[in-house]
Each structure stands twice: as C-alpha cells, then as structure tokens.
C-alpha cells in the first residue's frame, strides 16, 4: 500500500559574485524560513569558493526538503550527479541561519563537487576529502576556531579507530559494502586521516601547495577529463594530484591506504602540527 502525499514545491534563482544558487523547496516552508535558507546557502557557496576556488558550473542546484522533526538542523544531505551537479539536503523546520551555518553538511555536500563521482572501493577517499575539506573551509571562514578544528579531528579519528574495531578487512572492500556493515566511521575517517599525512607530508618537504590549494587546481583543470564514476576514476583522481603536487605523495599513500586492514595511528603531535591555511 502507497501513501501519496501532497509535495509543494516552491523554486527560486539566487545570484551570488560568482555561481548562481538555484533553489526548489520540496514541501511547505514559510517566507521567514525560506529567508534563512538562502542566507546559508548563499554564506555556504561563499565560503566553500573562497577555500577551494569558483565552482566550474554556472549553476548550482539545491533541493531543499522541509522536516519538522529531527535532531539536527540538517539531517542528510546527498550530492545528485549530473549536468550540471545538485545538492539535496533536508532542513529542520524553524531554523535559524545562524543555526544552519554552524552545521557542517553543507560545506561537505559542497566539497564533494571538487572531486569526480569516485568508484564504490574508493568512497573513503571521497568521504575523507569533504570531511578533511568541511572543516578546513569552516575553519577559514571563522565558523570555529584552530583548537576546535583540532578537537574534531581528533574526535573523528577516535570514531574511525574505534568502529575499525567492528568492520575488519580491506579498506577497499569495506568501503564497497560501507552502508550494510554500518562502517561510515571507518570509512570516512580512514580518508581523512589520508589527506592528513599527505597534508603534513607537503609541509615536511616545503612544498607550496597545501590539500586546498591542489583541489582548487584540480578542479579548475582536469576534473572534467576523469570520467565519474569509472572504476579508475580514484586513480586517475590520485595521479593528478600528484602531478599537480610535483611529488608521489599522493600515490605512495593510495597504493598502501586501499590495502589497510587497521585504523591510521595519528597523535596528537601530528594534528597541532597541521598547517592548512598555510
């Protein structure tokens, strides 16, 4: 049996300096939610360009689902592939936007545009990027500070070691079946913990570039040519930054973090010693 519901939908174009925000309301929201909504989007689109560089599309669509009960001001969020790429997020009803720019699954839905649709072994490098990205870009527009982006680093690495615990195997192989396991802690925070080293192994060496910086330049100049989704989309991904880094970072670290059956062992030394906004 099928329950049909009524679903209004309200759509609005909202320009910005640099990528036009189209939004489409899935459901009843009021004016004064409608204004808070495109307050944070547009503060979200802003900041994530100023980390990463002007999106390549012209547009940028949003698909805003109303809730009215949930514990979090943004439940879920999903980045729907295509020409040009969306953005689903469902919104708490009743939220502020002072609220809703302290949440951190808009500047990931965003992050994950930087980067082709990546193959189901390789969604811990997906995940891990706009984790990594969500709060380096949170941390550049002042949402919290350099003690709190540490904090939640540490915290989310604590998660990931601990639910490795619970899903043993391939990092690969859990990544391919990382929802039925219930593994998105290891999953995500195993990539983050990858652009971790690779973000301390450029500092190590004095190279210019930090993850920021390579993915702004990845977008801008060769995202287009790795085909999305493709079973060497993660490779190809992976060789162009090391192209863009001048180094074998990137690769060195890919070839044993696919392989990994334990959790990364980072310390707290190696996070005080990030630099991301360098």
């Keep these: 049996m099928k329950l049909l519901m009524l679903i209004l939908s309200f759509n609005l174009i909202v320009s910005t300096q640099a990528t036009e925000i189209e939004i489409e309301y899935r459901g009843w929201i009021s004016s004064s939610d409608r204004q808070h909504v495109e307050t944070w989007l547009k503060r979200g689109v802003k900041a994530t360009e100023h980390s990463l560089g002007v999106l390549q599309q012209q547009t940028l669509p949003f698909i805003i689902e109303p809730v009215l009960f949930a514990s979090e001001p943004v439940p879920w969020g999903t980045v729907q592939r295509g020409k040009p790429d969306a953005i689903l997020v469902q919104i708490k009803r009743f939220t502020s936007s002072r609220v809703l720019i302290k949440d951190w699954t808009l500047y990931h839905e965003i992050a994950h545009l930087y980067h082709p649709l990546l193959d189901h072994s390789d969604f811990w490098l997906a995940e891990g990027l706009a984790t990594y990205l969500q709060n380096v870009i949170m941390l550049e527009d002042d949402i919290f500070n350099i003690e709190e982006f540490r904090t939640r680093l540490i915290s989310g690495l604590s998660r990931g070691a601990k639910n490795t615990r619970l899903n043993k195997g391939v990092l690969k192989t859990v990544s391919e079946q990382m929802w039925s396991l219930n593994a998105q802690q290891r999953v995500y925070w195993s990539g983050v913990a990858f652009f971790i080293e ?54 060195n670290l890919y070839a044993n973090y696919k392989q990994r059956k334990d959790f990364p062992d980072l310390n707290k030394a190696q996070i005080y010693s990030l630099q991301p906004l360098r």
């Design 198 to 251: 690779a973000e301390i192994a450029l500092q190590d060496m004095g190279n210019r570039n930090t993850i920021r910086t390579l993915i702004s330049s990845f977008q801008q100049c060769c995202k287009s040519t790795v085909i999305s989704g493709d079973s060497n989309s993660g490779r190809l991904f992976i060789a162009s930054l090391d192209k863009l880094s001048k180094t074998t970072i990137f690769s």
